[in-house]
């Protein structure tokens, strides 16, 4: 099942470019200082997911409208991601999101709307 997930997403990845047009930072057309300021206030932050899996797609939607600089691990290509995921997160589910904080405990958050949630509300930190 989770093969047929990796080929699927391999295939599909193209396609989800085009229709995002580029999950990079600046896709969203905010101006470079916003762009600097949302990645500092994101250090720290990383995005588990898989290609295919459509909770995490509605995520990296999000990432890409809002212009918000997260590195993502593909659990289905990476296996010492999927490890750390299982191992660290505590669940084989995606997407989630691992977040570090210098002097903190690092925290796993899974449940995307939990993630959108708090991406929203971080997001509008000064
Ligand atoms: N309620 C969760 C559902 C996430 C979910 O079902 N993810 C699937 C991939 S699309 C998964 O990781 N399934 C594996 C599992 O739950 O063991 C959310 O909204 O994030």
């Not at 699927?8 to 905010?30: D, F, H, Y």
């Not at 797609?57 to 590195?71: A, D, E, N």
Request: charged share 25%.
């Amino acid at each position: 099942m989770w093969e047929l997930a990796r080929y699927l997403g391999i295939a599909t990845r193209p396609i989800e470019k085009m229709m995002l047009l580029g999950a990079r930072a600046n896709a969203s057309g905010k101006p470079a200082e916003e762009v600097r300021r949302l990645s500092g206030l994101f250090q720290g932050h990383t995005l588990y997911h898989f290609q295919v899996s459509p909770y995490a797609w509605i995520v990296r939607r999000t990432l890409v409208k809002w212009g918000i600089p997260i590195p993502m691990r593909d659990i289905l290509e990476d296996p010492a991601a999927w490890k750390e995921l299982v191992t660290q997160g505590g669940k084989d589910q995606v997407p989630c999101l691992k977040i570090e904080t210098p002097g903190a405990q690092t925290r796993w958050m899974y449940e995307s709307r939990d993630i959108i949630a708090y991406l929203k509300q971080k997001s509008k930190q000064g």
